[in-house]
């Protein structure tokens, strides 16, 4: 990885399990990479509720601007 990475996770997704990004973020920390990961408390894989799907697309705006500032 050369590139700034956001990892967005559900706890409860249960469709792709929540110990696959804690392990990529654990893998790319160790690694000494950009990551962030956020977690999705009470939510599933599809984002289902609003609050969360504003929670996803503020961080992920937020990383944008931290890492791919406009010119």
């Known amino acids: 990885m050369s590139v700034p990475v ?3 996770h559900g706890r409860d997704d249960t ?3 929540f110990e696959q990004s804690e392990l990529i973020f654990g893998a790319l920390k ?3 990479k950009s990551v962030q990961m956020v977690t999705m ?3 599933d ?3 289902s509720r609003g609050d ?9 705006v937020d990383f944008l601007r ?3 500032p406009p010119n």
Not at 52 to 60: D, K
């Open 6 to 8: 956001l990892l967005v």
């Open 15 to 17: 469709v792709v399990p």
């Open 30 to 32: 160790r690694a000494g």
């Open 41 to 43: 408390k009470h939510e």
């Open 45 to 47: 894989h599809w984002l």
């Open 52 to 60: 969360t799907r504003q929670q996803m697309l503020q961080a992920s």
């Open 66 to 68: 931290a890492n791919n």
